[in-house]
């Protein structure tokens, strides 16, 4: 046999025996690797009627609904990466926790993700047709969802946008310091003031003017200020308890339904004299310099839906950012080097107290994003992201069937737990 007719054989069989080996080497990392059924992923245990509730009882349960980190790591290291749990009789939600299986999850979900969230708050928004059109984005699937997102983020997401708030946001915050920080009698818990000052720069992007000017009678339990910031607490307070407790608002007003519906309709009464007063000065000055005045003038949303984006924005506004301020704050205090660095870093910027903050001087301030980037690493704004399964997936090793009309199958992950070995 010639040399080359021979080589030319063993190539083949080199390929092949290379192929060959690669099937079997798949066919035994999958194929022979048995996928476990729904029900046979660990949980807690679920009780007739009652479900896991009993676990979040105070005083008696293990879980707290305040305390959703505490109940992620203490899931995860009894029963492991993969997590079953009936809180509601007939709502099964699955945790997750590896990265692969949050990979799967997220290539999984669709052209329009689909989530199982604020369905209180649904409620009362679809019982009133007259002013909002959908639930809002908060608790809104499908192309509804899509349709306000990408009209709401499209002026959101512009550079110019941002720049233009840089100004207005600079003299809020320096009255803040003159009139509030720099003020004698200062009390040990900061967290109201900061309140105060993310309510002001939230309806400021909201409603495009100022509410309050940091006087002390604004601190009254009757002020406007302290309405809307007790509003919004009362309704983020309750949801996540009507979403995952016994759903008995669906039958009649509960306490926690009625607390959503007196705080969002203060809100909502706002909202309405506002963008009513912003449309009427559109139509007779014609500008829309505005975040506001964009949206209402957008022929991709109506006032229905900008009234809906507004009391959205209210709601996840003030609470959101006063929490990371307080989260950002305490780990500065914490890290007394990082502190200075940061500092320094500013003093250079701003070489004495009356020099004004400028979109091109955030540009440069390289370390200040890097901390802030890395407390929301530390503490992000929220502890998980839930899905409703469009399809069926498998889940380190476990099947999840696809959404049922009677059941959820609800995936949620904690990027918030740390020093864990999954």
Not at 151 to 167: E, M, N, P, T, W
Not at 176 to 185: A, E, L, M, P, T
Not at 391 to 399: I, P
């Amino acid at each position: 046999m010639r040399p080359e007719r021979y080589y030319n054989i063993m190539r083949r069989v080199n390929h092949c025996n290379k192929s060959t080996l690669f099937q079997i080497l798949r066919f035994l990392s999958t194929e022979t690797k048995k996928v476990k059924e729904f029900n046979e992923i660990p949980g807690p245990i679920s009780l007739p009627l009652v479900g896991t509730l009993y676990q979040y009882l105070p005083v008696f349960g293990k879980y707290k609904f305040d305390r959703l980190h505490y109940n992620g790591l203490a899931k995860l290291r009894q029963y492991g990466p993969v997590v079953r749990e009936d809180i509601v009789p007939g709502v099964s939600i699955v945790w997750i926790f590896k990265p692969e299986d949050i990979e799967t999850l997220f290539r999984k979900e669709g052209r329009y993700p689909e989530r199982r969230s604020h369905l209180a708050l649904q409620k009362y928004r679809l019982s009133k047709p007259e002013v909002y059109n959908t639930g809002g984005l908060l608790p809104t699937n499908g192309p509804d969802w899509w349709r306000l997102r990408k009209a709401f983020q499209k002026h959101l997401s512009k550079i110019q946008c941002i720049k233009g708030y840089v100004d207005s946001t600079n003299t809020v915050i320096e009255e803040f310091i003159d009139r509030r920080i720099k003020r004698k009698g200062h009390s040990d818990d900061f967290s109201p003031e900061l309140s105060r000052l993310f309510l002001e720069l939230t309806y400021y992007v909201a409603f495009d003017e100022r509410l309050q000017w940091f006087k002390d009678e604004e601190w009254d339990s009757d002020s406007e200020c302290s309405k809307l910031i007790k509003a919004a607490h009362d309704i983020n307070s309750v949801i996540l308890k009507t979403d995952n407790g016994p759903q008995l608002w669906r039958k009649f007003d509960t306490p926690k339904y009625k607390s959503i519906k007196k705080g969002h309709e203060h809100i909502e009464k706002i909202a309405l004299k506002v963008v009513s007063e912003k449309l009427t000065s559109i139509k007779t000055t014609g500008s829309k310099t505005s975040l506001l005045g964009e949206y209402l003038s957008s022929n991709e949303t109506d006032f229905k839906d900008v009234i809906g984006m507004t009391v959205d924005t209210l709601l996840a506004g003030i609470d959101t950012a006063t929490y990371s301020c307080c989260f950002g704050l305490y780990h500065l205090s914490s890290n007394p080097d990082v502190q200075k660095k940061m500092f320094s870093e500013a003093q250079a910027l701003l070489p004495d107290n009356n020099t004004p903050v400028t979109y091109g001087m955030l540009e440069r301030a390289v370390y200040a994003k890097a901390v802030v980037k890395e407390m929301f690493r530390m503490n992000p704004i929220s502890v998980g992201v839930g899905r409703i399964l469009p399809e069926e997936c498998v889940f380190s090793g476990y099947r999840v069937p696809a959404g049922v009309n009677a059941t959820y199958n609800i995936i949620k992950y904690y990027t918030i737990i740390r020093d864990v070995t999954i």
